[in-house]
């Protein structure tokens, strides 16, 4: 769930260990000899029933007597510090670095950059924190698989292959996660939305009622590998249960995956949170249990935190009416403190290297804007090319910069975002190598073609043209799916005018996070070259101008396949089905029986290669 508040609960950060005085000091709180889940069975152990009632939400009370203050859970790094309820952008924090969305990192295939970006985003997030603009834990990853390409969220994630998803949780959860301490968590990760989480209103349903039906081999090859490399792998300390339910079961009640999966086989050893509003749903939307047994539910099933109110508001009778334990309240609120202990908000200062890092040195610096561009930069993936790029910026003087997102900003951070300290569009980044002409012909949806004669009247007096295409979060976002793969109104239409109409060679640039049918480029041999991007960040328009006059060689490939149109005709964004069936023609590259428009993996490079065999035949 996404929202922008500014943080009232990273008090944490500003007000001191609670070790420093009475009645904690000195006790098994804070002995640091002993283990973090001892330390929290004590710290639970000295809570009245009154005051546990108040730490499920994920804005967690204060609790005066034993100097314990409010913690806000929620705090969102997705691809930057960003927006969210434990974060706040104002002096002297104004700022926070803004990488690529998810799927345009995916495509560089690069494990170093992952981890790199998480390094990148959680000294940042240390640096907002010790100035009580922040907190410790980020709901980030997004690792659902792209199984249908309207879901609204697909480029939150790393694609549709859960190889490749695997490895990026791997990655970057280590690196949000881990540092030069090795006492305390650097910050927290959450792997999310376990787990079969992939639409959001769609064909009679939305994602607060959703009942997805997974058979077992879809769920063992698919819809959990990622999750298991998250905590086995990336050794993540926090998950995050979904809004929907699978095979009837809505994921914040399914003891199977949280108690079962994730702390009994794999070893999880943190806590899980809600998703906003998701325990609510168990009840209301679901109608899985009443009140009181909901919360008996949740808890027992191994969640410990409820991103909402249900719980403060439900809670304290289901305990008064002998339906859910006390053992069960006691377990979840010592993962809860036990991840608090990991932070180090009950250690000495002077034994957290994290609290030296600075909002001075360590926000928004020189090296952390270098390495987002070149996350930009690798996450371009060349589709087509007839040998006419890269362009000689000496011999094409004027380029126009046409289409609904050749002068985009904020749709290049796509969703949950922060404050960047710049966005360069890409009619920014092209004006850094020609003069340009620009005209934007229509947005985004193209329910008008009053625009199209500037952008061909620029196309035909420029020596060279971009054309910037695409969708947007108007389209594809939270809450929002789409119900056609083409593109948007009249773009098509848009395409083929300015190709016709161009004096020079023409880039294609599709900018647009799920796949869209861009056929109509494709197909037609004036458009030169063919550019997809994603949603590239704050130096989005730079990377694109790079790659177009060959500053940068490019080196990316797609996470996800490029459908045609007609893929989705009749097939059921409720069908969780990866492999083909009736009405559906298979999901993803490793079932899709069509041809696609542009297979996942493809990208070229403006390097020519020839393979040899370098030693003697075999017979």
């Known amino acids: 769930m996404f929202r922008a508040l500014i943080c009232v609960g990273c008090v944490w950060a500003a007000a001191g260990s609670p070790c420093t005085q009475a009645p904690l000091q000195g006790t098994a709180a804070c002995d640091t000899s002993k283990t973090p889940a001892e330390r929290a069975q004590y710290i639970v152990s000295q809570l009245t029933t009154s005051e546990k009632m108040g730490l499920f939400g994920n804005m967690a009370s204060a609790v005066p007597r034993l100097n314990l203050p409010a913690y806000e859970w929620w705090s969102e790094a997705l691809h930057g510090v960003a927006s969210s309820a434990g974060v706040s952008f104002s002096d002297p924090t104004p700022y926070a670095t803004s990488f690529p969305q998810v799927i345009t990192t995916a495509a560089s295939y690069n494990k170093t950059l992952w981890s ?13 924190s010790n100035v009580g603009h922040a907190g410790f834990s980020y709901w980030a990853p997004n690792i659902n698989i792209i199984r249908d390409p309207r879901w609204g969220r697909g480029h939150e994630t790393p694609g549709e292959d859960p190889v490749l998803t695997a490895t990026y949780a791997a990655h970057f959860v280590p690196g949000l996660q881990e540092g030069e301490d090795p006492k305390h968590l650097k910050v927290s990760a959450c792997c999310k939305h376990f787990y079969g989480y992939d639409m959001e209103d769609s064909d009679g349903a939305d994602r607060h009622n959703f009942n997805a039906i997974i058979n077992l081999q879809d769920e063992a090859d698919t819809y959990l590998p990622a999750f298991h490399s998250c905590v086995v792998n990336g050794r993540a300390s926090g998950m995050m249960c979904s809004y929907n339910a699978v095979n009837g079961t809505p994921s914040c009640a399914n003891e199977r995956i949280m108690n079962g999966f994730a702390r009994g086989k794999w070893g999880f050893d943190g806590y899980i949170t809600s998703d906003c509003g998701a325990v609510a749903d168990v009840c209301n939307n679901h109608h899985y249990a009443n009140q009181d047994d909901t919360c008996r539910d949740v808890l027992q099933a191994g969640m410990d935190s409820d991103c909402g109110g249900f719980l403060a508001s439900y809670l304290n009778t289901s305990i008064s009416r002998g339906v859910t334990p006390m053992s069960a309240v006691d377990t979840a609120l010592e993962h809860l403190f036990a991840m608090q202990v990991r932070f180090g908000a009950f250690d000495p200062a002077s034994e957290q290297p994290y609290l030296n890092y600075s909002y001075k040195t360590d926000l928004n ?25 890269p362009l000689d910026a000496t011999k094409y003087p004027t380029v126009a910069v046409v289409g609904p997102n050749a002068n985009a900003t904020s749709v290049m951070q796509a969703n949950y975002y922060g404050v960047p300290p710049y966005l360069i569009s890409p009619l920014m980044g092209v004006s850094k190598y020609a003069k340009t002409l620009y005209a934007e012909g229509c947005d985004t949806n193209c329910n008008s073609n009053s625009g199209f004669s500037a952008a061909t009247a620029a196309a035909a007096q420029a020596d060279a043209t971009v054309l910037v295409i695409g969708i947007s979060t108007t389209q594809e976002a939270e809450g929002r799916d789409r119900t056609s793969i083409a593109l948007p109104g009249y773009q098509e239409d848009l395409v083929t005018a300015v190709l016709s109409a161009a004096k020079g060679p023409v880039m294609v640039v599709v900018m647009a996070g799920g796949s ?22 704050q130096s989005g328009g730079e990377a694109i101008a790079d790659v177009v006059f060959g500053a940068v060689n490019p080196s990316g490939r797609l996470p996800h396949t490029q459908y045609p149109k007609d893929y989705t005709n009749g097939l059921s964004m409720l069908d969780m089905n990866m492999r083909p069936g009736t ?7 490793r079932f899709y029986t069509g041809t696609p428009v542009y297979a996942f993996g493809s990208g070229l490079s403006y390097t020519s290669f020839s393979y040899k065999n370098a030693g003697p035949s075999v017979s």
Not at 118 to 128: D, P, V, Y
Not at 516 to 521: E, K, S, Y
Not at 583 to 589: D, F
């Open 116 to 128: 790199a970006i998480g390094t990148t985003i959680s000294t940042e997030a240390r640096a907002m």
């Open 365 to 389: 610096s020189p090296a952390h804007q270098h390495l987002a561009l070149e996350a930009a930069r690798q996450g371009m993936v060349l589709l087509k090319n007839d040998g006419t790029f």
């Open 516 to 537: 869209v049918d861009f056929t109509v480029a494709k197909v037609n041999p004036l458009a030169k070259g063919i550019m997809w991007v994603g949603y590239p960040g």
């Open 583 to 589: 009405s559906n023609p298979g999901r993803t590259y």
